[in-house]
């Protein structure tokens, strides 16, 4: 099977498997991720097969939703493209994007090593922030069954993996834990240009949100 027929049949895979989700992690999640992937694979002179794939199968079975178990995702992924007789040195390189590209706290250290992985995990975080951002973090917190904000609930500095995922805070304190480092933590120089901007909307955004709170706004 050609490369494009791969990517096609991928495509169709993911869509019928995450069609109508609401937590933000839905198809169209994918599709943004995937165009932001080759727009940046492209300037990165990126292997494009690569980033397409791990785009394509990057939330597969996100953590989030299987007990914070990080290991199905790359399964599922290596089982369906096995399936597909992708090569196997293809198929280790997308299985090791897809365990490493999520955010997992904001004391640690993202094990991405390959530029491909760089692509993709920057592709992923540019739409966790901005106007989508937002929404999907209020979607996300929604099906958590998260308080929207609370002046009781303080931040935190995940410094594990474990204490990130067990986190029972509140959806605007994940602004403060997560959607705000990542500017700097873009790994592309395309990325951290787009990121700029989104960064800055959230932040009105923010400040919105608490003159509103506080009744400043009268
Ligand atoms: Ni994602």
């Known amino acids: 099977m050609d490369q494009d027929a791969v990517i096609n049949q991928t495509k169709e895979y993911v869509r019928k498997k995450l069609e109508g989700e609401s937590s933000g992690h839905d198809w169209w999640h994918i599709y943004r ?10 300037e990165e002179k990126a292997d494009l097969y ?62 991405i090593k390959t530029l491909e992985g760089m692509v993709v995990q920057d592709a992923d ?4 922030i901005g106007a989508i951002g937002i929404a999907r973090t209020f979607a996300y917190g929604g099906y958590k069954g998260r308080e929207l904000y609370s002046p009781d609930i303080k931040n935190k500095k995940h410094e594990s993996f474990d204490q990130y995922k067990n986190d029972k805070g509140t959806t605007i304190n994940h602004f403060y834990e997560k959607l705000l480092l990542l500017k700097d933590l873009m790994n592309t120089e395309i990325a951290k240009k787009i990121a700029k901007d989104r960064h800055v909307y959230m932040e009105q955004f923010l400040a919105r949100f608490f003159k509103e709170w506080n009744g400043e706004d009268y």
Do not use: M, T
């Open 50 to 111: 690569i980033v397409q794939l791990s785009a394509l199968l990057h939330d597969i079975a996100d953590w989030k939703f299987h007990d914070g178990d990080d290991s199905i995702g790359p399964k599922l992924a290596r089982e369906w493209l096995e399936e597909l007789q992708v090569e196997g040195l293809v198929i280790s390189h997308v299985c090791q994007i897809i365990k490493d590209v999520s955010f997992k706290g904001a004391g640690v250290k993202s094990q």
């Open 125 to 128: 975080r540019l739409d966790a």
């Open 33 to 42: 991720v995937w165009k932001n992937a080759l727009y940046i694979g492209k």
